[in-house]
């Protein structure tokens, strides 16, 4: 084992010392003796307080029913989601504020979706957590993949380095199918209970979108769209992923950006591109008629009912997709690289996408020319994965997790650290 790979074991072990110091000793102590709120629901929007996902679809969800008896509060660490909240007169907070903290502390139930930070989990240690999670996929998540472990070869150091992350437990965990329950979520995420409901942020695929899914969506690009369906184009949104090792389809090289631009005016389409937030934006794809680029900060959501198909690589984004039952291509031009450098895979890659997979350009415009042609030979095989992927496919997640919410959480005296820690199973709501 290298000394560097020693020298970030013993660095990680002082800093999770230190946390856990502070955890116990401050942080849990205030956690104890600040009142809880009963009624009070707290939001955590993830990648710093974005308004996207489960968390913003749940929230608005309550938020509409106007109940007198709940209190909801919506986090962002974002100041453009703050004031448009503010200016919606929308309960948010600007964390990390002490009057955050302070409501943080309160809260008799939280609700994420991503990983939830040391400090934050040990602020609501009496509170109720909720996790959403923010994809199904066939990527290893969370305390099942640690990028990290992959240089050491000893069996017994992995299992060392494991214990010093930091994973949270959940009181409830959002699955969305028992495949999902017990091959992904069941390895990687501490929980004691799972609800198989479905993803609130689907719900919107079912409905018009309302003004309140529109908060955080792209509103410009959407009504580009819509102008653009009218004239008889065909939409595509691709929505590739991010690389851990660096790279993408522009900095590799592996998209000729002027014949695809001569392509989609061939053929009528339109191409919307939503790069993942990590990824910066692209210049050469700016000014174009025929190719958009959707704000990779926001909601992109409303837009999948105008979409004719789905170009992805290795993003769980194409699950969601499913639900429209439109087809799916995968350009996976460096499947090994990332097999390899990125992520660990699960599950057999051809079997878990029911789309062609594409390896160069030329390949992915053949396949859209079948896919609009009317040649589509992928629908029995996105089946079978929907299938496995959702119990639940109505547009309903949303009221089936606020219903076990308010009936088990709300109103009760919380303290759920102290709870029984069970193995998790299927709640039948």
Not at 400 to 420: D, H, K
Request: hydrophobic share 40%; net charge positive; glycine share 4%.
């Amino acid at each position: 084992m290298s000394g560097k790979i020693v020298r970030k074991i013993i660095s990680r072990l002082l800093r999770r010392l230190l946390a856990i110091i502070i955890s116990w000793c401050i942080c849990v102590p205030i956690a104890y003796i600040i009142p809880k709120k009963k009624n009070l629901v707290v939001f955590i929007g993830q990648n710093g307080g974005n308004l996207t996902g489960n968390v913003k679809y749940l929230f608005f969800h309550i938020y509409k029913l106007r109940q007198e008896n709940v209190e909801l509060c919506f986090f962002t660490g974002k100041k453009e989601v703050y004031e448009e909240l503010k200016q919606n007169n929308i309960p948010v907070l600007f964390h990390t504020s002490i009057w955050s903290l302070f409501k943080l502390l309160q809260a008799n139930v939280v609700v994420v979706d991503s990983n939830m930070s040391q400090g934050k989990y040990y602020l609501a240690f009496c509170s109720y957590i909720v996790q959403l999670w923010h994809g199904i996929g066939f990527k290893r998540i969370a305390e099942d993949n640690i990028n990290e472990i992959k240089a050491i070869k000893s069996m017994m150091l992995k299992k060392f380095y494991k214990k010093l992350h930091f994973y949270p437990r959940h009181d409830l965990l959002v699955s969305t199918s028992p495949f999902y329950t017990e091959n992904v979520f069941a390895p990687a995420l501490r929980h004691r209970q799972v609800l198989e409901a479905g993803y609130p942020r689907n719900d919107v695929m079912f409905r018009e979108p309302d003004e309140f899914d529109m908060l955080g969506a792209d509103a410009t690009c959407i009504a580009r769209v819509e102008q653009l369906r009218d004239k008889g184009y065909k939409i595509i949104v691709w929505a590739p992923t991010f690389r851990d090792s660096g790279g993408g389809l522009l900095e590799d090289n592996a998209l000729d950006v002027e014949k695809m631009v001569a392509f989609t005016k061939q053929y009528k389409l339109a191409i919307i591109f939503k790069f993942h937030p990590s990824n910066r934006g692209n210049k050469q794809l700016e000014g174009m008629d025929t190719i958009i680029q959707y704000d990779r900060h926001k909601d992109i959501y409303p837009l999948f009912r105008l979409a004719d198909m789905m170009i992805t690589d290795y993003s769980s984004i194409y699950m969601d997709y499913l639900l429209l039952n439109k087809p799916v291509l995968f350009f996976a031009y460096d499947y090994q690289k990332y097999v390899e450098r990125d992520r660990d895979i699960q599950f057999d890659y051809n079997w878990i996408t029911p789309g062609h997979k594409c390896y160069t350009q030329d390949e992915l415009h053949a396949e859209i020319v079948q896919i609009i042609n009317g040649n589509d030979r992928y629908k029995e095989h996105r089946n079978e994965i929907l299938e496995i992927a959702f119990k639940h496919k109505d547009g309903q997640a949303s009221e089936r997790v606020w219903s076990f919410i308010a009936n088990n959480y709300l109103g009760n005296e919380s303290m759920a650290r102290n709870a029984t820690n069970s193995k998790y199973h299927d709640i039948k709501s």
